[in-house]
Structure formats: C-alpha cells, structure tokens
C-alpha cells in the first residue's frame, strides 16, 4: 500500500500507472469498441478487400486500412489485449520456473544447485532474440509457439536473482532458527523465504514486460511470429515497412501505417519502464534491469 | 566550451549539406554500367546443374547456345514488339549458322559458327603447360592453342554429351534426356539398359559405364566435319525449343576437363554424376565458374549479394554497349525503390503490388500493361484423396463435420463447385489491379495456336451454382454437416494467399457450416505436406522451361507431371491416366501444327469438364526503368533481362 | 583465484556440451518428414521416392541421441552442412557474412561506448542536472522505443525525407572500384577498414555515409543499458566512503572521479559485456534486415523464415560459443580486479 502510494506520487510512475490503467482499458473493452467478425476467432483481423495499397483514415476507419486492407484501429485494439497476454503469460511462466528453479537449487544446495545453475548459465549462453527467434520458426506460427519460445529463453535471469535471495535469507537467524525446530523444509520456503525473496524478482519482472512485448513483436517483424492477419504490433508495423518511403511529392502518404501501431507498443513499454523505474527506485534502488531488444 | 561546440555544430552541417549535396547530383549516373536491383539469388554457375531463373540470369549472358529467341524492344523510349516471337520457326542462329531437321524429325543438323573464341583461351607457357588467360588481353591470336578456348563442334558434343551424364536430382536435363534418349533420368536409363537395380551411378565399373556411354549417350549428339547431328530417340516437336535454354549452353570442352570436370572419356563420367546429391551446387566443378562465348564476362560473384559482369570485348557480334553490368540482390522492397528513385539503379523488380509508388516518379518510366502474354501458370489444385494418417488436416477419424472427408474432391460436383466460387474478376480488379485476364486449362494463352478464344470455356463466379452444385453433393449430407478445409500456402507468397481468402470468403458465404482455415507454412514445410499427399488444396506456379504447350500439359494434367502427379490416387488413375495422358501423347508424336493444336485445345476443354484445378487469372508483364535506358529486350520465354543489345542515353 | 579460474575453464566444456545438446533438440522438434525437407532442396527428389525410405536412410527415425552423436561427429568435423538461404556451404557463409557484422558492431561500439558510458557516468556525476534529466529521459525512450520501430523511423527519415543517406552497402561506382578494377586490396573484407589500409579516403567515406544510420540504430538499445548501468554504479561508487575521504583530502572533483570513481564504477559494467553482446547479437538480426546489409544477423533471420536447419544450428552455436567465451573472458578479468568475487 505505501508502495502504491509512493508509486502515484512520482510524477513519471504517475504518467506510467495512467498509460497502463488505459491499455488495460482498451484491452478490456475491445470487444466493445472493435466487434470481431469471427467471434471465435476475434485475434484474427478482417480485411476490406484484397488490394495491397493502404487506404488513409476514413469513416469506419478511424486509423486508415494497412497494406492488404485489414484495419488499423481493430488491429491496434485487439493488439493490446494481445500484448497484454502475451507479457503476462511470458513473464509470469518465466518468473514461476525461474522462482522456482532457484529457490530449489539455493537451498538445497550442492549437486542440486550445481545442476540447476549448469543449465541456466547453457540457456543464458543464447542472445535472447534470435533463439527465440529459431524456436518460434521450428514451433510454427502460433501464439503459444511465441511464448513457449520467450519462456524458454527467458526464465534464467528469475532463477539467478532467487538464488540470490535465497542464499542471502537462508543465513538469517530466523530461517536458521525455524531449521533447528525442525519446521519441514517446504514450510520454510513457502512461509518465511519466499515471501521475503519475491520482491526484486518482482521488480525484475515488472521492467521486462514491456521488453518481452518488443521482442514479440519482433519475432513477428522478422517473418517467424503470427499468421498475417493476426492482430499483433509488430505485424503491423512490418505491414508499413514496404511503404515507408511514401509516394512521389507527398513522402507522407502513408504515415498511418507505422504511426498507430508503432506508437501503441512505443507507449505500451514506456508504461511499464516508467512503472518499472519507479518501483525499483522505492523497493531496491541497487537492482538493474536485464538487456531488451 | 560554447566557442567549441558551435564550431563543432558548425563542421556537422556542413559535412551534412555536403552529404546531402553529393547523394542528389543529376545527370546519367554511372553511364557505362547498367544497373539492376532485383531479388533471388542465383544457384550456380554450372549450365547443366542450374535450373533457376536467376542462375539464368548469369549463364544468359555469359554463355550462348546454338539458337536464340528473337526479342522485341520495351525501354523508356517505348515498346516495340515486332521482332518477338515463342514460334520455333523464328528462332535466330548463335553458335550455330544453319540448320535441317529430317523429315521424320528424328534427325537435327547444326552448321557451327567459326572464328567463336571464349573469355578464356589456353596459351602455352614455356614450360610446355597450358595456362588460361583472358583473351581480350592476349595479343598474340597465335598463341592459342588449337582448340583451347576455341569453339569446335567437339564443345557442342562434349556440352551436350556432359550434361546427360551429369543429370543432377532435380536438374534441368530431363529436358535433354528424354528427346535424347527416351529417358526421363539417367539412372531410370541405366536401370533399364543395364536391368540392374541401382540407385548410386557411381558405383558402375568402367565396363558399365563405357557401355551406357557408348550405346545411348555417345550415338545421341555425333560430330560431322563442321556440324553436329543430333539423333532423338522419339518425336519431340519442342526440341530445338529446348536447345535454347540455358541446360544447353556450350562450354569450352578443354577447359571444362582443366577446371576439373568430366574428361570425356566413354568409361570415367559416373564420378561425375549428380554433384552433391543434387543438394550441393558447389560439388561441381563450374560451381562458380564460368568461360563463355556470351557478351559477358562474370568479373565477381558475391552469393547472394551482387553479380559483377565486365563486357567481352572481342565478342564476335562486336562489343556490347555498355561496359559493366551490376545486378545487386535487394531483398527489401523499399531499398530497391530508393535505389531506383535517385537513379543508383537502372532497371528494378517491382513486385505487382507496390506499382502505385513508382508511378510518376521523375526520371522513371512504368510500361504497364505491356500486351505480350506470360509463359507461366498459376493455379489451385484439388487432391483426391488425401492422406489420412497422420494428417492434421482433415479432422480426426471419419468424418464428423470437422475436417474434411478425405475424397471429398473425388467428387466433379464439389471440384465445380469450388471453380463457381472463386472471384475471378476480384482477383483481376484487386490483386491484379485490372491488368489481367482469365484463362482456362493449362496451356497458355501465349500459344494462340493451341489456345481456344472462347469466354465460354472460362469459369465464372457464380454462388448460386456452387451452392446448387454442394447442396446435392454426397446426397446432400456435406451440406448439412458441413466441413472444415484448410489451405496451406508457402510464407511470403501473398498472391497465393489472397487466392485462399477469396476462396474462403465465398465459401463461407455460403453455408456457416463451411468453415475454411488458411496457413502460411515455411516452403520446405509445404515441400513435405504436398509430396506426402496431406493437403487437399495445394497452390502453386510453373514457369515454362522452354516454349511449348507440352511443358504445361506434363505438369498439370499428365499422371507422371509435377503436379497432377501429387493430386492423389482417384484423380490420378481415374481422370489423368485415361482421359489426359493419351491426349498428351498423341500431341508429341507428331510435328503437324494444327493437328497439336486441336490436341491441345481438346486438353482445355476436359480440364473444364472435369474441373481438375481453379486456374487463377494471369497479369500482363510490366516493366519499370529509369527513363535513359534503352535497347531493353522483351520476350516472355528470357529467364532475365539480356544485356548486350542495352546502354543509357537520352535520344 | 587460479583455483577459481581452473573451476571456471573445468566448466566451459560442460557448458558448450550442454550449448549443442539444446541446439540439437530445437531441431529434434521437427517430425521426420520435415527433417526430410529440410535436407532435400526439390520436390522432385522426392517424386517415385516413398518418403519413409529415405527417412530410414538418413537415420532420421532413429532415437535422438543417435541422430545427435551423427550430428555432433560432424560439427566437430568442421562440417556444418550446405546453407539453402545463403546458397553457401554454411562454413563459406560465415567467412562472407562475418565481415560486415564485425563492421556494423566496431562501428556501433563508439557511440556506445561515447554515448553510453561517457554519457553514464556524466550524468552521475552531475545528478539531476540538465544533462541528467535528458540521459534519463533518453535512456527510458531507448529502452521503450523498439529497434525496429527507431529503424524504420531512421528509413523514413534520412533515406525517404530527406535523402541524407543512401541504402545499401557501397555506392555502384564505388562498388565496381573496389571489387573489379583490381585496384583495390580488399585484405580483410571490413570496407572501411580495407580502404584506411589501402589509404583510399573516397571509398572510406562512401562507406561511412552508408553505415551511419545502421550503426546508429544498433548502437541505440545498448546505448540504453550502459548509460543505465553506468549511472546507477557511478552514483553508488560516489557515495562509498573512500570518495569521500578522498573528497575530505581536498582533491579536485575532476581527479577523485578520473583516478577513483570511474574505474570502480566500470567495474559492474564490465560484468554486462556479455549481456550487451547477446544484446548486440539480437540487435544484428533487426539491423541487417532492415537495412539489408549481407551479415550474419540477417542471414539468421532469413535461415529462420525459410526453415534454413544447417544454417540455423550453426548460428545458434556461433552466437552461443561467443557468449560463452566472452563471460568467460570477462569472469576471469573480473577475479583478477576484484578479489571479492574470488570468495563466492
């Protein structure tokens, strides 16, 4: 609570819970401001015929027609409400194995820890981005090929900073204490060390929504994401590349295209950095951020 | 500190301005180099392995063969069609001066031009070795070595002769193996010959060898004084078609056997055979290697990124007009539109779609539509029956509603159905931009002669007939259960893709209960999916190797084409093998014109009775140019843009 | 601290193990039929074939561990197999594309550097001075800002708007000069690099006025990091006690920084090297496709939209190998200056 507090009386933690409280609007009600055509599908954007040239903004297209028609506003819409699963879903499964793999290795110990750290330090061999990239390619193009793909390479930098924790709180004299009483040892770590432990991890975990976002939409940039048509930024923002360079006379000409989807992401990361900033500034101000794209 | 900074802000502007001042200088830029910005990247350099566009590209100018397509003119200045021809009677001599074909059409005589040096000639140095070196900077004519870099009927034969033994997996020398031979591959030739089940050339004796050699490669192409005869095994009208294409470039026969390829020796070429598997282009010895007669010399070939041609100079036309040409492979779209915009590019591919952003560019000229018809084919194939194991495609078990019943287009009914749905003129007005036209069966439209101008013949979109047609399809229960298709496409290919939606829109129109799903997979993926029979829907292209309707009759409609030979079980031996292969043969068996021409037009009339694919409507070619390039030629069958005739001026 | 780097060499082999056992699975992933397409480059190879023969005769229904110790025989042959993507054998493929990568990123690596640590530090030792509140602000849009948005933007801007740069690698006068008259020695295939050893200032500056908007944009996201890095040590290191004693020992501000505060304050930053590479090698990927540039990251991306295996694994182990060695490196540096590190 008085982290709440603190975070809405930092003017640029201010400006990110805003940004955040709107996304997360936008995502909530898009199927009321962007009805799907295909209810059981609503991810999948409609398009307005099959020609290839952008169409500017226009009644019922508030955001103009991206090359090959689909809609900019119902993909900017419905690209939130994806971002936002996406980030959640990534960064949650990451922080779970994560949390987990590094309060077992910490505590137990030993071989144990040895083992565990052994396969962290082989995943953090890979630069994030392209074996992602290599995995969503081999996995095929669907949402959950993305996130298992982010997941995969991703989790290391939670497992390392619980191990961290971990190590640091198993020496105090209260788990020490509990240890002599013969409290069982899942007890210990559930009650007294987690709790204690999860904050930085939760810092951490803050600061790369916004960096898993990019690097989704990345993936989609590149060609190994998302069918075409789905409702993804960085999809869209590949859409404008082919016509970035405008026509003759009026280098403009299509500058809808890339705006909308690529200031949605720019804002959305923006919120969580800010966000993410400030928290780290009020719980641990010697916590550092891990690389994005 | 202030003092400082603006000085250094000062020296940034400047050097700004000065940048921008250099990349906006006007003029003809680069006047003696022609510059092409395009995309794909060439293979190899070997004639015989090569069987790629843009390998095309190189080998098209650097080397030559004995006959040669007539070319119209299309650059800046305007279009003029009259010289361009895809009739066989119109083909020019190159390397070769004259030529007779038998009455029978069994037997072809080629006189060979004299006085032909390669790029390359052999010298011989005082030691008493040969040693290549480039003939525009040799002075001494003497000093060749006879035959070394000098074009003689043995190149012809040796050429020839190299590349049906080669005969890569997956190469182009089908085309000269089965006129040559009867063949369709050389190990389908040694199996028969020899009656032993092989599967690895290489492990022939010399005897086999020599005896493979000596009874049907060698008595194929024969010299004869200054001509060589080459003797068919079976009428192929489309022969000296065939000859054209790259497959059958010439090569210097000595320095072929120096760079390490075959000796023509009749006991020795099996080592020689399918480099690499077919896999590995660099297996042969002309891998990127190349000595011509062509009006080009390949001065570097960067893989993938840029090929440098400098001109031959002692040419035997005379030298071409320019003196370099630069094809630089840019994948990205916007990079070749800059490139075309401040002039650094010459001649650009611009993918259909992005034409409306080089229209009214200054300084850039857009031919579009240019009225010569395409040699290449699109179309959606129906498979009947698919797969069932292991097939995610088609739902699971029998048939619930989801999925597919696996021979659901073993049905004419439903084939027609889906022809009636497709939206032929949104597929013109939108995809095409209204520059095409429909076409029915699978021969083109280029060949008037085999071609039936009749509307009729053409499908239409009609909803209403399709739905008529699905309602009493399998006694009307497929309209009441209903299905679940999905079409797969190869990524990137957004005109296959908008095919399926428009397919997918219509159909879905039609009944809730149809539901369509549309996935892009990688192209190896779809590689695997159309050979193992899973996909009930499959699209895909053909570019004619060599101008005959018989290279689109094979593929589409013969039981053992490319294509048709991947549409399942039921179509195959219930449609292709009795009504098409015999039609297709007949067609081959004799040179007569008009009566190949009815054979043909016949084929394009039971390719709509029986509604064996949806062929999708063709465009018109176009072209886009900086406006000082001239002397472009155009003809449909060139697999690339040919140089020698080309330069940059304003006349 | 020999104990500590035996330890840490001991384990290297067991990590670069582990490396090519996840490389190996992420191509296990596929089912036999699309290993098959993978090897084979046409349909026709596959015409009259059963499939599943030929399945049997590369092996590739056999359990993974063998198909792995096949593929493992190979690699450590040298033989990393025939790239579709490149057109290349994979080996020749990394000896064309490395080039212009090592270009981009020594390029890149002054304004990170410049931009990045200078930057960092200036804004530490100035604390919420102008300088400060723009490093900040900077930093956050940096690190928000994707790259291939900032790429993209870049494009439109210089190459669209207002022509600054021009696209591609070299100029085609340029080009012709220096691969085909001969009269230029290209010694190491960095085109900058060959034209300062050849002496040759006007191909030195063609090259330049094309490299600059892909240098900058890849330099941008590291920039990002190391300016957040550093500041946030710099600040750390300025509050220790031994500053302020010497501050108290009446030095001049500008010497306790430059011979106290900064080498300390370096000494974090360091430890991310090798998560700037992995930073740097993602960021090759986005840039070279952008701006189309012939190097590895765009080769990657290319091997992984068209299913390119040979080419993909080798990346993969390339990248991987790299990393590796870098922390390695920067491990053992790191035991060698601070002795705390050599208790853990």
């Known amino acids: 609570m008085k982290t709440a507090i603190k975070l809405l009386k930092n003017p640029l933690g201010l400006t990110g819970v805003v940004l955040l409280v709107f996304f997360g609007v936008v995502a909530l009600v898009a199927p009321y401001i962007a009805p799907p055509k295909w209810p059981d599908e609503p991810f999948r954007m409609p398009r307005y015929g099959y020609w290839s040239e952008p169409r500017p903004p226009q009644p019922g297209h508030p955001f103009g027609l991206s090359a090959g028609q689909y809609d900019i506003f119902y993909g900017c819409v419905w690209g939130t409400r994806l971002a936002w699963i996406v980030s959640l879903l990534v960064v949650g499964l990451s922080t779970a194995i994560g949390v987990t793999l590094g309060m077992i290795g910490a505590f137990y110990g030993g071989i144990v820890d040895e083992v565990i750290m052994r396969i962290t330090d082989v995943f953090y061999a890979f630069p994030f981005l392209s074996a992602a990239m290599a995995l969503a390619a081999i996995l095929g193009h669907t949402v959950k090929s993305g996130v298992i793909a982010l997941v995969t390479?991703?989790?290391?930098?939670?497992?390392?900073?619980?191990?961290?924790?971990?190590?640091?709180?198993?020496?105090?004299?209260?788990?020490?204490?509990?240890?002599?009483?013969?409290?069982?040892?899942?007890?210990?770590?559930?009650?007294?060390?987690l709790p204690n432990a999860i904050w930085p991890v939760f810092v951490t975990a803050t600061m790369n929504m916004g960096s898993i976002v990019i690097t989704f939409a990345a993936l989609s940039f590149l060609g190994v994401g998302l069918p075409q048509d789905y409702a993804d930024w960085g999809q869209m923002i590949s859409f404008s590349r082919d016509w970035i360079i405008g026509l003759h006379g009026n280098p403009l000409a299509y500058w809808y295209t890339f705006v909308f989807p690529g200031g949605a992401i720019t804002l959305f990361c923006l919120a969580w950095n800010l966000v993410g900033d400030a928290l780290r500034d009020i719980l641990d101000p010697r916590l550092r951020g891990r690389i994005a794209i | 500190m202030h003092k400082t900074m603006w000085r250094k802000v000062g020296w940034l502007l400047t050097a700004v301005a000065l940048l921008g001042w250099v990349a906006w200088a006007q003029e003809i830029k680069n006047p003696d180099t022609i510059v092409e910005a395009t995309i794909g990247s060439a293979e190899t350099c070997d004639p015989a392995y090569a069987y790629d566009t843009a390998s095309g590209e190189i080998l098209f100018n650097t080397y030559e063969t004995l006959v040669f397509w007539p070319y119209g003119i299309a650059d800046a200045k305007g279009i003029d069609l009259t010289g361009m021809s895809l009739d066989p009677a119109d083909l020019q001599p190159q390397l070769a001066t004259e030529w007779t074909v038998s009455e029978d059409g069994l037997t072809y005589t080629f006189t060979i031009r004299e006085g032909v040096r390669f790029h390359y000639v052999g010298v011989k140095k005082e030691d008493g070795t040969i040693e290549w070196v480039d003939y525009d900077s040799l002075e001494d004519e003497s000093a060749i070595v006879p035959g070394y870099g000098e074009l003689t009927p043995e190149d012809v034969e040796y050429s020839i002769e190299r590349a049906m033994l080669q005969d890569r997996t997956g190469g182009p020398i089908w085309m000269l193996l089965e006129p040559l031979t009867g063949y369709s591959s050389l190990l389908d030739l040694v199996k028969a010959a020899l009656g032993k089940d092989v599967e690895d050339l290489t492990t022939l004796t010399p005897e086999e060898q020599a005896e493979i050699y000596n009874k049907y490669i060698d008595p194929a192409v024969e010299v004869e004084g200054n001509t060589v005869v080459f003797h068919l095994a079976q009428s192929y009208p489309p022969f000296i078609t065939i000859l054209a294409g790259s497959w059958a470039s010439v090569l210097d026969k000595e320095w072929t056997i120096a760079q390490g390829d075959?000796?023509?020796?009749?006991?020795?070429?099996?080592?020689?055979?399918?480099?690499?598997?077919?896999?590995?282009?660099?297996?042969?010895?002309?891998?990127?290697?190349?000595?011509?007669?062509?009006?080009?010399?390949?001065?570097?070939?960067?893989?993938?990124?840029?090929?440098?041609?400098?001109?031959?100079?002692?040419?035997?036309?005379?030298?071409?007009?320019?003196?370099?040409?630069?094809?630089?492979?840019?994948?990205?779209?916007?990079?070749?539109?800059?490139?075309?915009?401040?002039?650094?590019?010459?001649?650009?591919?611009?993918?259909?779609?992005?034409?409306?952003?080089?229209?009214?560019?200054?300084?850039?000229?857009?031919?579009?539509?240019?009225?010569?018809?395409?040699?290449?084919?699109?179309?959606?194939?129906?498979?009947?029956?698919?797969?069932?194991?292991?097939?995610?495609?088609?739902?699971?078990?029998?048939?619930?509603?989801?999925?597919?019943?696996?021979?659901?287009?073993?049905?004419?009914?439903?084939?027609?159905?889906?022809?009636?749905?497709?939206?032929?003129?949104?597929?013109?007005?939108?995809?095409?931009?209204?520059?095409?036209?429909?076409?029915?069966?699978?021969?083109?439209?280029?060949?008037?002669?085999?071609?039936?101008?009749?509307?009729?013949?053409?499908?239409?979109?009609?909803?209403?007939?399709?739905?008529?047609?699905?309602?009493?399809?399998?006694?009307?229960?497929?309209?009441?259960?209903?299905?679940?298709?999905?079409?797969?496409y190869n990524e990137g290919n957004d005109v296959r893709r908008i095919a399926a939606e428009i397919l997918k829109a219509n159909?879905?129109?039609?009944?809730?209960?149809?539901?369509?799903?549309?996935?892009?997979?990688?192209?190896?993926?779809?590689?695997?999916?159309?050979?193992?029979?899973?996909?009930?829907?499959?699209?895909?292209?053909?570019?004619?190797?060599?101008?005959?309707?018989?290279?689109?009759?094979?593929?589409?409609?013969?039981?053992?084409?490319?294509?048709?030979?991947?549409?399942?079980?039921?179509?195959?031996?219930?449609?292709?093998?009795?009504?098409?292969?015999?039609?297709?043969?007949?067609?081959?068996?004799?040179?007569?014109?008009?009566?190949?021409?009815?054979?043909?037009?016949?084929?394009?009339?039971?390719?709509?009775?029986?509604?064996?694919?949806?062929?999708?409507?063709?465009?018109?070619?176009?072209?886009?140019?900086?406006?000082?390039?001239?002397?472009?030629?155009?003809?449909?069958?060139?697999?690339?843009?040919?140089?020698?005739?080309?330069?940059?001026?304003?006349? | 601290m020999l104990a500590y780097i035996i330890r840490r060499l001991m384990i290297l082999p067991l990590v670069l193990f582990g490396l090519l056992v996840v490389v190996f699975q992420m191509y296990n992933l596929l089912d036999p039929y699309q290993k098959l397409a993978v090897f084979v480059p046409d349909v026709s190879r596959l015409k009259n074939v059963d499939p599943d023969v030929l399945i049997k005769e590369y092996g590739l229904d056999k359990p993974w561990w063998y198909q792995f110790a096949k593929w493992f025989r190979n690699v450590l042959r040298g033989d990393l197999g025939w790239s579709q993507t490149a057109h290349r054998s994979v080996?020749?493929?990394?000896?064309?594309?490395?080039?212009?990568?090592?270009?981009?990123?020594?390029?890149?690596?002054?304004?990170?550097?410049?931009?990045?640590?200078?930057?960092?530090?200036?804004?530490?030792?100035?604390?919420?001075?102008?300088?400060?509140?723009?490093?900040?602000?900077?930093?956050?849009?940096?690190?928000?800002?994707?790259?291939?948005?900032?790429?993209?933007?870049?494009?439109?801007?210089?190459?669209?708007?207002?022509?600054?740069?021009?696209?591609?690698?070299?100029?085609?006068?340029?080009?012709?000069?220096?691969?085909?008259?001969g009269k230029f020695r290209v010694y190491t295939g960095i085109i900058t690099l060959d034209a300062i050893l050849n002496w040759n200032w006007w191909v030195f500056a063609d090259a330049m006025r094309h490299l600059i908007l892909p240098v900058m944009t890849l330099a941008y996201v590291s920039w990002a990091l190391?300016?957040?890095?550093?500041?946030?040590?710099?600040?750390?290191?300025?509050?220790?006690?031994?500053?302020?004693?010497?501050?108290?020992?009446?030095?001049?501000?500008?010497?306790?920084?430059?011979?106290?505060?900064?080498?300390?304050?370096?000494?974090?930053?360091?430890?991310?090297?090798?998560?700037?590479?992995?930073?740097?090698?993602?960021?090759?990927?986005?840039?070279?496709?952008?701006?189309?540039?012939?190097?590895?990251?765009?080769?990657?991306?290319?091997?992984?939209?068209?299913?390119?295996?040979?080419?993909?694994?080798?990346?993969?182990?390339?990248?991987?190998?790299?990393?590796?060695?870098?922390?390695?490196?920067?491990?053992?540096l790191y035991a060698i200056i601070d002795p705390r590190v050599r208790l853990e």
């Open chain 2, 507 to 651: 159909l879905e129109a039609m009944n809730p209960k149809f539901r369509v799903n549309i996935q892009a997979v990688p192209w190896k993926t779809y590689l695997s999916y159309l050979v193992t029979g899973k996909m009930p829907l499959f699209i895909i292209g053909w570019i004619a190797d060599y101008p005959d309707p018989n290279n689109f009759a094979v593929p589409f409609v013969a039981s053992y084409g490319t294509f048709a030979g991947f549409q399942g079980e039921y179509m195959i031996e219930n449609i292709f093998k009795p009504y098409f292969d015999p039609i297709v043969a007949a067609a081959m068996a004799t040179t007569d014109k008009e009566i190949r021409g009815n054979l043909y037009k016949l084929i394009a009339r039971l390719a709509k009775d029986w509604a064996v694919d949806i062929w999708l409507p063709q465009r018109y070619p176009y072209r886009v140019m900086r406006d000082w390039v001239r002397g472009w030629p155009i003809n449909p069958i060139y697999p690339s843009p040919y140089f020698y005739p080309m330069y940059k001026a304003y006349d």
């Open chain 1, 153 to 193: 390479f991703g989790w290391m930098v939670y497992a390392r900073l619980m191990r961290g924790e971990v190590l640091r709180l198993k020496e105090m004299d209260y788990v020490q204490a509990a240890r002599a009483v013969g409290v069982p040892i899942y007890r210990i770590l559930i009650s007294h060390i």
């Open chain 3, 226 to 332: 190391l300016l957040r890095v550093t500041r946030s040590s710099m600040l750390e290191t300025l509050r220790q006690e031994y500053i302020m004693t010497a501050r108290a020992k009446g030095l001049p501000e500008r010497v306790v920084i430059k011979r106290h505060a900064r080498k300390n304050a370096l000494i974090p930053v360091a430890t991310i090297a090798g998560l700037t590479i992995a930073g740097l090698m993602g960021g090759l990927v986005i840039t070279e496709t952008i701006f189309n540039l012939p190097g590895i990251g765009r080769w990657a991306a290319n091997a992984a939209r068209q299913f390119d295996m040979p080419a993909l694994l080798a990346y993969l182990l390339f990248s991987g190998v790299l990393i590796v060695v870098a922390n390695l490196i920067v491990d053992i």
């Open chain 3, 91 to 181: 080996a020749d493929a990394f000896k064309r594309f490395l080039p212009q990568t090592v270009e981009l990123t020594l390029w890149a690596s002054i304004p990170i550097i410049l931009g990045g640590i200078w930057l960092g530090q200036l804004s530490a030792v100035k604390q919420n001075s102008m300088v400060d509140q723009f490093a900040r602000v900077f930093a956050v849009t940096g690190w928000s800002l994707p790259m291939f948005v900032a790429g993209i933007l870049g494009l439109f801007l210089f190459y669209g708007l207002l022509h600054w740069f021009p696209p591609g690698r070299l100029s085609t006068d340029v080009g012709l000069y220096v691969f085909t008259s």
């Open chain 2, 262 to 488: 075959w000796d023509g020796k009749p006991d020795t070429w099996a080592k020689w055979w399918n480099p690499g598997g077919g896999e590995v282009p660099e297996k042969s010895p002309l891998f990127n290697k190349v000595n011509g007669t062509g009006p080009f010399k390949l001065k570097r070939w960067d893989i993938g990124v840029e090929i440098d041609f400098d001109r031959f100079e002692k040419y035997w036309r005379g030298p071409a007009k320019v003196k370099h040409v630069v094809v630089k492979k840019l994948d990205e779209w916007s990079d070749r539109l800059l490139l075309l915009k401040n002039g650094d590019a010459d001649i650009v591919y611009v993918p259909a779609q992005y034409l409306p952003q080089v229209e009214g560019l200054p300084g850039v000229v857009v031919h579009d539509p240019i009225d010569v018809p395409q040699v290449l084919l699109r179309a959606m194939f129906f498979v009947a029956p698919v797969k069932v194991e292991g097939n995610e495609f088609i739902g699971e078990g029998p048939w619930d509603g989801y999925g597919i019943p696996p021979d659901l287009f073993a049905d004419v009914n439903v084939r027609k159905a889906f022809c009636l749905a497709f939206d032929y003129d949104a597929f013109i007005e939108q995809v095409l931009l209204g520059k095409g036209y429909k076409i029915h069966g699978p021969i083109p439209k280029a060949f008037s002669w085999a071609y039936e101008e009749d509307p009729a013949l053409d499908w239409d979109y009609d909803p209403e007939a399709a739905a008529e047609l699905l309602k009493k399809a399998r006694n009307g229960e497929l309209w009441e259960k209903g299905f679940n298709l999905t079409i797969l």
